[in-house]
């Protein structure tokens, strides 16, 4: 079954990234096939060398990187919203298929569930 | 249709169980099922038995206690959020050494498995945000 994650939230000031990120492994250990989509402030989540530390809080990118172990291949990222923040390919933390915002409806008609973070 | 619903917001601050509420209502007036409310995050004060409405405000915890009582809607407490926000039911509260607890039935602690399981296996999942 399929899947969606939209993830829409900046890391640290709530914990709803976290808690996006603890639901999406729970999906893929249930043997889900399961997309996860970073759009609006979610994309600075992807942002590499991140050290909140000194919060003191659990570093969601640390989190991320374990999404492959995990099987979870299909991870997208919003172009325009990368923009927004002025981000590279090359500044993430992880290789995230870059999407246009045109083409998230299309991705969302695709999926059996959709979940929002 | 049978439906999941997957509420973020806290009763006392947000629209959100409320808004769950009248949609699960509303459901159920048509004939759809609700087969389970996962409260997640802020929400889980929805099954403190111990909040106190002011007068003239609407009771949430009793409002969706009997609409699941009436409707056998599974309300699902999510364990882990509740625990950091001071709500326990009667085995974590004996488990962490508390000197009471608050969540009573038909309010049940368990954990995200229950979240994806009733995305899974309902028609349709519907989040209510903060």
């Known amino acids: ?117 | 249709m049978n439906y999941t619903l997957v509420i973020h917001g806290a009763p006392a601050s947000s629209q959100s169980c409320q808004t769950a509420l009248s949609f699960a209502r509303a459901a159920l007036n048509r004939g759809h099922k609700i087969a389970r409310a996962f409260f997640f995050r802020d929400a889980v004060h929805i099954g403190s038995g111990l909040t106190v409405a002011p007068q003239g405000e609407a009771d949430l915890h009793k409002a969706w206690k009997e609409l699941a009582e009436e409707h056998e809607i599974d309300l699902v407490i999510c364990i882990s959020a509740a625990l950091k926000r001071g709500l326990v039911d009667e085995r974590e509260a004996r488990r962490y050494d508390k000197v009471s607890h608050n969540i009573d039935a038909p309010f049940n602690f368990s954990g995200l498995g229950q979240l994806i399981d009733g995305a899974a296996t309902s028609d349709h999942v519907i989040t209510f945000g903060d």
């Open chain 1, 1 to 117: 079954m399929k899947f969606c994650f939209i993830s829409s939230h900046a890391p640290y000031g709530s914990t709803l990234a976290r808690d996006g990120i603890e639901s999406l492994l729970v999906a893929a250990s249930y043997d889900m096939n399961a997309t996860v989509l970073f759009m609006g402030d979610g994309v600075l989540q992807l942002v590499a060398e991140q050290e909140p530390g000194e919060l003191p809080q659990k570093n969601t990118g640390a989190m991320l990187q374990a999404l492959e172990m995990y099987g979870i291949e299909n991870i997208l990222v919003c172009r325009e919203d990368m923009l927004v923040f002025g981000l590279q390919a090359e500044q993430l933390l992880l290789k995230a298929k870059q999407v246009s915002r045109s083409d998230i409806p299309g991705i969302i008609r695709e999926q059996d569930r959709v979940l929002n973070f």
